[in-house]
Each structure stands twice: as structure tokens, then as C-alpha cells.
Nanobody
Framework: QEQLKESGGGLVQAGGSLRLSCSASRTILSDIAAMGWYRQAPDKARELVALIRRGGSIDYADFVKGRFTITKDHAKKVSLQMNGLKPEDTAVYYC??????????WGQGTQVTVSS
């Protein structure tokens, strides 16, 4: 099993910035296929925000391109810098780790609230 440790999140005004971080501890480096962030707003499905794959390629959702940046701080830690936040970015943000061996793990979620 993996326990993802998330930090960051909170309340910010529209146009502001927040930084989310996520660390893995129990997955060996060679078994990490991808790490990234998803979000889920009330009454909506969970959706991809940004993902870094094993080889370094990055996927962003169209709605965050140019505003959010995902980085790998070290082998088992990723961060999401969120700039230009909008009220529609309000959601619970979940860190995700996908293993090469198959299982996908989720963090407990961190609330991001953007006021207008």
C-alpha cells in the first residue's frame, strides 16, 4: 500500500495563487509510472488536472494550461503551482500515484476554494 502525503490548499481570492505538494513513501522509484493531481467539484466527476509520467512527459487539462504548472521536486514528490485561480477551480484536489505494477493510489484530498 501507498500513503500519499498532501500539503497546500486553502482559501484564496480570484486571481491568487496556491501551491499543492504530494509525497510518496512506500513505492519504489522504479515502480512509479506517473504522479499527478485530479480534482472533484461538488456534483461533478473527478477529472485530471496535471500528470507527470515516468519518462518526464506532462499532461495538462485544457482548462489549466498556462495557469498551472506541475513539477517533480524530487523522485517521489510532485508539486502543483496554481496561478490565476478562478472560482470555477474550487474543488477537492487529489494527489494520484500510478504504479507500473498496476495499482493506483489516491491522497486524502485537499480543499481549494477560490472566492470571487
Amino acid at each position: 500500500q501507498e500513503q500519499l502525503k498532501e500539503s497546500g490548499g486553502g482559501l484564496v481570492q480570484a486571481g491568487g495563487s496556491l501551491r499543492l505538494s504530494c509525497s510518496a513513501s512506500r513505492t519504489i522509484l522504479s515502480d512509479i509510472a506517473a504522479m499527478g493531481w485530479y480534482r472533484q467539484a461538488p456534483d461533478k466527476a473527478r477529472e485530471l488536472v496535471a500528470l507527470i509520467r515516468r519518462g518526464g512527459s506532462i499532461d495538462y487539462a485544457d482548462f489549466v494550461k498556462g495557469r498551472f504548472t506541475i513539477t517533480k521536486d524530487h523522485a517521489k514528490k510532485v508539486s502543483l503551482q496554481m496561478n490565476g485561480l478562478k472560482p470555477e477551480d474550487t474543488a477537492v484536489y487529489y494527489c494520484s500515484l500510478q504504479r507500473v505494477s498496476g495499482p493506483q493510489f489516491w491522497g486524502q484530498g485537499t480543499q481549494v476554494t477560490v472566492s470571487s
